[in-house]
């Protein structure tokens, strides 16, 4: 079964513009969470989407936004890149469980996309 | 309380040897503990994890002690190898959620 591929793997951005990344999770996966890393941070979560919904939230402003599609693929977008912005954004997909209630299941990662913002 | 707290910040060991990283934690609403290990230019991979009422769980070389009443847990990598070098996390999540807290990694050198 193939992992969880992000798209692109390398992204340079002037300050002041906006980018989109991808993430297409494990087959069967539904449930997709996005992590900001970065070496003073770490790894910070940004969001998580399930069914199409966001189910939970990090502590990040709304410049940064995400999405899913009905074939669990997500996007997330980061409009007015500031310098700070600079990470590795990492995808992670999960195999949710029937009821999705109590019971916490692994995330898998993707490789990452690396943003440069100049 | 939303905070994990991983130490060393950095361990060298020599091959052959245990490598041992601590993590604690506040929040008792976590109940599912992962350990990842992280190579250069890649994404972490999950190691090992571990519930709450479990108290040890090991998978070959890699063990996870789990203290709820300390509110702590460690990864233990015996018989450490220089394939083993990479930075190690733990992390936290919060119940009935996908939400990882992760602690600040541990970046583990093992010597030849």
Known sequence: KAGVTQTPRYLIKTRGQQVTLSCSPISGHRSVSWYQQTPGQGLQFLFEYFSETQRNKGNFPGRFSGRQFSNSRSEMNVSTLELGDSALYLCASSL???TGLGTSYEQYFGPGTRLTVT | QQQVKQSPQSLIVQKGGI??????????????????????????????????????KK?????????????QFSLHIMDSQPGDSATY????????????????????????
């Not at chain 2, 998978?59 to 509110?71: L, P, V």
């Open chain 1, 96 to 98: 949710e469980g029937s």
């Open chain 2, 19 to 56: 490598s041992i990283i601590n993590c604690a934690y506040e929040n008792t609403a976590f109940d599912y503990f992962p350990w990842y290990q992280q190579f250069p230019g890649k994404g972490p991979a999950l190691l090992i994890a571990i519930r709450p009422d479990v108290s040890e």
């Open chain 2, 59 to 71: 998978e070959g070389r890699f063990t996870i002690s789990f203290n709820k009443s300390a509110k």
């Open chain 2, 89 to 112: 996390f733990c992390a936290a999540s919060i119940r009935g959620t996908y939400k990882y807290i992760f602690g600040t990694g541990t970046r583990l050198k093992v010597l030849a």
